[in-house]
């Protein structure tokens, strides 16, 4: 099978949106038989949308690390410990979204290469040192991440996949708490 998600070009730092206006589509969706009672057009339907947050929550759990390796400064050893903990909370959010595609019919597509060209988030920056550059970067990252995950539970209640709305708003509760632990760096007063 040839893949259909063509490549494109890495994204900038400072895109307009999290969300990309066109986002890569599978051309096909192989679907293998089951006795799921889901009517196979959602369920073609619900696999394709899952891939997508697959992709970005593949690119999150990335950027979750890249943010626990590189992180420095006076904030390290709390930063380090927070970023590999949702790094550890992530690849969970990961697995429930792939196997759900999996429980549907379909394939899970989890390469580098299918993430690649199929993420909807914007590339961490690798040149970033201090815990607060990390802050601002990785809270972006759950943030759109955050976006992309309600706009998933949307898709699957009018799918009428509850299962998947319910995973994806699991993921969503358990987005919006590190979010919350990452922002709340930002947020004192001084
Ligand atoms: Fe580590």
Request: with cysteine; net charge negative; aromatic share 6%.
């Amino acid at each position: 099978m040839t893949r259909p998600t063509p490549r494109r070009p890495r994204r900038s730092a400072s895109p307009p949106s999290p969300m990309k206006a066109t986002e890569p589509r599978l051309a096909e969706t192989r679907v293998y038989p089951t006795k799921n009672d889901l009517p196979e057009a959602s369920r073609r339907q619900a696999i394709m949308l899952l891939n997508q947050r697959l992709a970005d929550c593949i690119d999150l759990q990335s950027q979750c690390k890249q943010a626990h390796w590189n992180v420095k400064g006076p904030t390290f050893i709390a930063l380090h410990k927070l970023f590999d903990e949702i790094n550890e909370a992530v690849e969970e959010y990961v697995d429930l979204i792939a196997e759900r595609i999996v429980q549907l019919g379909g394939i899970a597509e989890g390469t580098v290469g299918a993430v690649e060209g199929r993420s909807t988030l914007v590339d961490y920056p690798l040149t970033l040192s201090t815990g607060a550059e990390h802050v601002a970067a990785l809270s972006d990252a759950l943030a759109a991440f955050g976006r992309t995950v309600r706009i998933g539970i949307e898709e699957m209640n009018e799918l009428e996949d509850a299962g998947s709305a319910d995973i994806l708003t699991e993921i969503s509760r358990g987005v919006d708490k590190w979010l919350w632990f990452v922002e709340a760096h930002q947020q004192a007063q001084a």
